[in-house]
């Protein structure tokens, strides 16, 4: 009897390590996966403003995360005149471009549009002091 209740018991262990490896590998094609849902155009715009004792910086990462090419995009920082304006030519999917603003930029918000009709606005994040780490 007691052959019979180790035998199921190794059985049980054997069945529920399957379960768990399954539930793994379907958690981890779910999150890989999701380029096969992305849209054919789609950018991503991420600024940052990271304000120092005695200065701050800022930049502005536009990111293709669509499936298609992206062309004539065009990057406005708000400010007055043409120089508050970059342009980039195209932008391959997966590809990135991390950009400076022009020095009289108010760093309040950035609108980037492109030919393909896309257009988003995003304000200027701040990024987590943490005490300790140079600039906090």
Do not use: C
Not at 3 to 32: D, E, H, N, P, Y
Request: glycine share 8%; no cysteine; proline share 7%.
């Amino acid at each position: 009897m007691s052959q019979v209740t180790s035998f199921l018991r190794g059985r049980k262990i054997v069945f529920t390590g399957i379960g768990v490896a399954i539930v793994i590998i379907v958690a981890m094609f779910l999150f890989s996966a999701s380029p096969f849902f992305a849209k054919n155009y789609a950018i991503d715009v991420d600024p940052i403003k990271d304000s120092q004792n005695l200065f701050s910086t800022a930049r502005v990462t536009v990111s293709n995360v669509g499936k298609l090419p992206l062309t004539n995009i065009v990057v406005n920082y708000g400010g007055a005149g043409n120089h508050a304006i970059e342009k980039i030519a195209s932008l391959s999917p997966g590809d990135k471009v991390l950009l400076s603003p022009p020095e009289d930029s108010p760093l309040k918000s950035v609108t980037v549009t492109t030919d393909q009709g896309l257009s988003i606005t995003k304000g200027y994040r701040t990024p987590l002091k943490i005490p300790g780490m140079m600039g906090s």
